[in-house]
């Protein structure tokens, strides 16, 4: 027996698999992190990518910057605190300096929380807004090519600097996550994020396409309205250290930084697997259902149908979607969910629930959590716990013929998987 160790919340799963199949385990690209956060953070700061500079903005009186919430993981050290003190170099003074909070649908942190992803000198010094898409004052900017209508929170559109800080990784529907899209989802009315996220149901909206994906294309849109001036982006190893930074206008960042990514996250397989063991990462990344089912899409797009994909995923927040959870609830089966959304339905929150059943209709899922098992069998999902984790294993591959294949993803939500098929 080969032992495996694979993030799960914010500790590990211990778990064996037989050495009689063939076992392949696929981790992004190793990298070492920079040693100098600050000076390489400084020196983009000074140098950015495309044609403004923060420069031209010294004396600004208003500065927005847009932070991820607690559902993204934070890397360490925070690059946010030397984008604060170049800025009051600049002879911007902190109480010019927002901090919005872009929470998209998601549910608003709690105070505590809100210490888990800023230090506590800036919650004491700096304004903190936490947006609401549903409730916060927004400003209309028309419509996208798409037809999207735009609404974005008005107090960050009003001020004349834009920031987004956030990290860049592959992103399960929106190719590529960073950029542009920490306002233009996390700042934005739900009208905006429901119509955008609608076209997931659409081929090219999937990971690893950024120019040819309709919702990326459209995000990106939505940035320009916005009038986003700058994006501050990281690529994260597994330790949530940077490897990469990258600072400058949202299109020079997301272009110098999709290659890096490609080459670091892109795995590519001859052929699909009988089983596969995925994790999304560990915390933040299955916080809930709804961030960890990222991960699903990856470990699945390897799976051969009829197959099996065990997520090992703790999700201390249940579903993360009450919406999803109604939904589902009420849904007769994963092909009527597949069938409603085909004939025109969406709503977000619900949406999950279509990305679960697109995989689910043709391969078996478990889910290893620590949520009630009476309330993942009502989302029609096979539960199971940690603590049986050997035991599930041992009675799939008791079914496998001797050539079975079985992968292991450790960080499944960042590792782009696909399956060659020019053969």
């Given at each position: ?12 799963l211990t778990f064996h698999l037989p050495d009689s199949f063939k076992m392949d385990t696929f981790l992004p690209e190793s990298m070492q992190p920079v040693k100098d956060v600050e000076d390489i953070v400084h020196q983009a700061l000074k ?162 396409l950024f120019y040819i994906n309709p919702m990326r294309r459209d995000l990106e849109e939505i940035g320009q309205k916005i009038g986003i001036d700058f994006t501050l982006g990281t690529i994260l190893n597994e330790n949530k250290r940077i ?172 590792t782009m998987t696909e399956v060659n098929d020019n053969d």
């Amino acid at each position: 027996m080969t032992e495996h160790t694979l993030p799960y919340g914010k500790s590990h799963l211990t778990f064996h698999l037989p050495d009689s199949f063939k076992m392949d385990t696929f981790l992004p690209e190793s990298m070492q992190p920079v040693k100098d956060v600050e000076d390489i953070v400084h020196q983009a700061l000074k140098d950015p990518l495309g044609k403004k500079n923060l420069e031209d903005f010294i004396g600004t009186a208003s500065v927005g910057i847009a932070i991820n919430d607690n559902t993204r993981p934070i890397s360490k050290p925070n690059p946010l605190p030397y984008l604060l003190e170049h800025l009051e170099k600049l002879n911007i003074p902190k109480d010019a300096v927002t901090l919005f909070v872009g929470y998209g649908t998601h549910k608003p942190m709690s105070e505590e929380e809100l210490h888990h992803i800023l230090e506590d000198d800036i919650i004491a010094q700096y304004r903190i807004v936490a947006h609401n898409c549903d409730k916060s004052p927004m400003v209309q900017l028309g419509k996208t090519a798409y037809q999207t209508p735009v609404w974005v929170n008005e107090a960050f559109y009003d001020c004349a600097l834009k920031i987004t800080v956030g990290n860049i990784e592959p992103h399960h529907f929106m190719g590529f996550s960073g950029g542009v899209k920490t306002a233009a989802i996390g700042l934005v009315g739900r009208e905006t994020i429901t119509a955008n996220h609608a076209m997931l149901t659409l081929d090219k909206a999937r990971s690893g396409l950024f120019y040819i994906n309709p919702m990326r294309r459209d995000l990106e849109e939505i940035g320009q309205k916005i009038g986003i001036d700058f994006t501050l982006g990281t690529i994260l190893n597994e330790n949530k250290r940077i490897i990469q930074l990258f600072f400058g206008s949202p299109t020079s960042v997301m272009k110098a930084a999709i290659p890096v990514i490609r080459s670091l996250f892109g795995v590519t397989v001859p052929a699909p697997y009988d089983l596969v063991i995925a994790s999304p990462g560990g915390w933040p990344k299955d916080i809930n259902f709804y961030q960890a089912q990222k991960g699903l899409t990856h470990a699945a797009r390897i799976t051969k149908d009829d197959g099996w994909v065990i997520l090992l995923a703790a999700c201390p927040e249940g579903s993360g979607s009450p919406a999803y959870e109604d939904y589902i609830n009420s849904a007769q089966s994963h092909q009527a969910v597949l069938d409603e959304f085909k004939n025109g339905f969406f709503q977000v929150g619900p949406h999950k629930a279509f990305q679960i059943a697109r995989e689910a209709v043709r391969v078996k899922i478990v889910l290893v959590s620590d949520i009630p098992p009476d309330l993942v069998k009502s989302w029609k999902i096979t539960p199971s716990q940690p603590e049986l984790l050997d035991h599930l294993i041992h009675w799939i591959t008791d079914q496998f013929d001797p050539g079975a294949r079985i992968a292991v993803l450790p960080a499944s939500t960042r590792t782009m998987t696909e399956v060659n098929d020019n053969d």
